[in-house]
């Protein structure tokens, strides 16, 4: 579905036509779904989200306005009340102080060649689970960029529109959370090389 | 990195916050072409964000959360 495709919907469903919502809603609702669940890692938490994200894009659909793209306000809302729902369950207690230490000697982890090292191996449970606590302990700040820009794959304009900061923000805090991230995926393969 | 000089790191830093397929400098990627050093840290960002999206993939969403969902919006199938 194009963006006028889209549109033409969204026009449609402010009129309180539900067919035209319901197809809203069967095109974006596992995007939502799958954005909840890369931020709260929980499939019980990413529907709520994805819930709590179309009732209020039912409730709101009259205010919107169309100066933004539909998905970028859907994307807003969801990522807040993501973060909202991480915010409240406190599995958020990183702050960017707490980051700022981190930067101050980026390279103290030997670095291997990572070419070496058979990835394949060690993409186990184990290393599954280290790459989500390392995502984990980014401040919400340089999570949701990270989230948004790698994972979902978003550009560095869609992001900072959805997240409403400036570009040059973008920037820097994706810089910092794919640092950090490359540091703590040094560390598990200075590990792995160790013990292999 | 030692041997470098804080603005190239800090060159190389910010073209790390870019779409890392980005043409952003071309005297800073000369420099990172021709410097194994460079080359080896911008190879490992990447690396690093390739691991965590093929480690992140989207999962198909069950069936019973979108009837739920639009069983609380009140939506037909």
Redesign the interface.
Known sequence: MDNSQVNKLVSEAKKGDQVAFTQLVEFFSERVYNLGLRILKNPDDAADVLQETFLAVYEKIDSFDGRSNFFTWLYRIATNFAFMKLRKDKRTVYTDQDMESQFDNPDQVQIHEWQDIPLQDMLNDEFRKRLDDAVDQLPEIYRSVFILRDLENMSIKETSKILDITESNVKIRLKRARLYLREQLAQYMSEFVKEN | ?EKHSKKLIDEL??Y????LDHPMCKELMHHVNECPECQ?YL???K???S???D??K?????EH??D???K??N???
Request: proline share 6%; net charge positive.
């Open positions: 990195m830093c910010n790390l916050g870019q779409d080896f190879d490992t960002v690396m690093t964000v691991i965590f999206r480690t992140h989207s999962e198909p969403m069950p959360v979108k739920n969902l639009l609380t919006l939506l037909k199938k």
